[in-house]
């Protein structure tokens, strides 16, 4: 594994989870889910760590979701490694910031269907809701 990428990747995604973690709920129009972060989370809040690779680092990733059971989940994925800031809502994991090539936990969810992923694509009002809360982090990051 590529020491800098992954320190790059990991600093980058503690920064962001840090800042959604502190942040005021206020702060996520129309998305009361944040209310309960991480716990139901995991598609918007890879969506929006997507956006901040890309913009900031040029780390182009793949929206990759499945289903456990009833439960699904969602995470980013870059060449081999798997980055997942919202896998601790499961009980059995708590890394708050989970960047990995071990795909043992992750290959628990079926259906699993990698895609680009690019919020400003989506419905208008999917795409004006993520770029005000995407917005929003990147403000309260620099307080």
């Known amino acids: 594994m590529d020491q800098e990428l992954y320190s790059k990747i990991h600093g980058s995604a503690s920064l962001f989870r840090n800042t959604i973690e502190r942040m005021n709920k206020t702060n996520f129009p129309l998305s009361s889910w944040f209310e309960r972060f991480p716990l139901g989370c995991c598609g918007d809040t890879s969506d929006l760590l997507a956006k901040y ?55 628990q969810f079926v259906g699993q269907n990698p895609k680009s992923s690019d919020f400003d694509t989506f419905t208008d009002r999917n795409t004006v809701r993520l770029r005000t809360i995407y917005n929003n982090i990147l403000s309260n990051m620099a307080l």
């Open 53 to 107: 690779l890309t913009e900031e680092h040029s780390i182009e990733t793949l929206y990759v979701w499945g289903m456990r059971g009833e439960q699904s989940h969602a995470w980013l994925e870059h060449k081999n490694l798997i980055i997942d800031i919202t896998a601790d809502q499961f009980d059995e994991v708590n890394e708050p910031v989970m960047i990995t090539t071990d795909r043992t936990w992750h290959s």
